[in-house]
């Protein structure tokens, strides 16, 4: 029997806000354990909890992104339930009436187009943090309320999604626009993004759905994709041995590679869910909604569009450039100081994305050169004084000495050679000293043609000049045979 996977996300993003969201204690991360608490965050008696509107702006800001219809007016709700890390015994969310309803992401996988719908989108605090590891030697749990009363949407989506693979791109996907939109800032080992997947499996052509596990607190798209091949093979194998899928709630171990059952969930838990009393209806007036909307950046898939249609690129150089509002941008300030967009693109994507690593900074730091100043090398690319792979050095010396592209080019010798006697002898040194690839070559060989060519830059220091280096390269090996 063959079987179909079912899967829906609930994925949880704190909100980007230097305060809670009922108090005025930071959400900086990494404080010490229990520094960053209040009589509100740690649900003191007589404590009431005043609403954080930035954090309801940039609520309003990720619903209309994912596509949602904003509710006028939505209810924060009292869960309840029991759990060391929750120290008022409930946890403040939304629930019969969230911020927001019926949205979609569409993303690529395996070059198709899929499109997942948005359940809801809802505001809630989150809980503290149970710290096990460290403490073996007397068995206790200590916990930390410092994430206490952090600010949180929980973006619930359909279950739309078929496999493994589609999951962790959709994960990606609703990362990449949250981080764009400066709303959460994508850092999953701290915790400030993870997510929760529901899981099941059913007879291929049955409509109802089959008994789903849900894997919880996921933090990487790699782990997700991993817990929910692992989930969906052993689901597979209980049906087809005879058993039941039992619903439950189970943890992924990264180090064995599989989920772990957690506890039981064969009915569903009773939260007792009312209206929190100490806060009134959230009210999302259309002119609040509107402001919000105009102030938001051009989405990530609308600018790769543009980017493809305005400066002929190719798809996989826009979703590069487009990887943040701050490379886009460079993108676009450096076209616009040069207009050369595929030479741009390149030298974006290779030699200074290759720096930014390296170098373990950012587009926005100090130490990168500004998109006028690079699109000195763009100038001299396109007009043959140097080669690209030349580029590569030019740029690191601007990084190290703060001088302009021309400059360096001009001090350091780099400009590149172009006159034809003087590359036909680098050829023809190349050609006697590499004979075997020469043999090979006559002998049908083709790929030692980049062999050699490589070996001419090699002599020449990068600086020949790339086609006519092939060309000279290829009547010389054509003569010599």
Known sequence: ???????????????????????????????????????????????????????????????????????????FARKNYF??????????????????LRGSVAFHVGGER????????????????????????????????????????EIVSEPDMRSAAEAAEFFSSVRAVLVWLGVNDGNMEEGSLRCDANVSVR?????????????????????????????????????RSGGSVRQE??????????TMSMRSKEEAHDYRYFPE????????????VEAIRVSMP?????????FAADYGLPSYDAGVLTQSVELADYFERLNAACEHPKTNSNLVMGPLLQLLKERGVSIIDAIVPSPERLAGITRMVEAGTISYSIAKDVLANMVETRRDADAIVASEGL????????????????????????AQYHAGKQTTFGFLVGQIMKASRGKANPTLANTLLRRELDDAK
């Open 1 to 75: 029997m063959d079987f179909e996977t079912v899967i829906g996300l609930e994925i949880h993003a704190h909100l980007l806000t230097r305060t809670k969201i009922f108090c005025g204690c930071s959400t900086v991360f990494g404080a010490a354990p229990n520094a960053q608490v209040c009589p509100v965050c740690l649900g003191l008696p007589g404590a009431l909890p005043v609403l954080n509107r930035h954090a309801v702006d940039l609520a309003i800001k990720a619903a209309l992104a994912l596509g949602c219809d904003i509710q006028s007016e939505s209810v």
């Open 415 to 438: 400009a590149q050679i172009g006159d034809e006697d003087e590359v036909v002898e680098i050829v023809r040194s190349v050609i006697v000293a590499n004979a075997k690839a020469v």
């Open 83 to 100: 759990y060391p890390d929750l120290p008022k015994g409930y946890q403040i969310s939304q629930y019969e009436h969230p911020l927001a």
């Open 277 to 288: 009393p100490d806060l009134p209806r959230l009210v999302a007036d259309s002119a609040r």
């Open 249 to 258: 709630t189970r943890l992924w171990d990264s180090a064995t590679g599989c």
């Open 203 to 239: 007879p291929v052509g049955q409509a109802r759905l089959g008994t789903k596990a849900e894997v919880k607190n996921v933090n990487s798209f790699r782990f997700l994709e991993k817990a929910l091949e692992y989930e969906i093979e052993r689901q597979v194998d209980v049906l």
């Open 114 to 153: 899929r499109l997942v719908a948005i359940t809801r989108v809802h505001m809630e605090e989150d809980a503290g943090k149970s710290q096990h590891e460290g403490f073996a030697v007397d068995g206790r749990t200590r916990v930390d309320f410092n994430r206490s009363g952090v600010p949180l949407i």
């Open 298 to 306: 051009e989405l990530p898939d609308a600018r790769r569009a543009r």
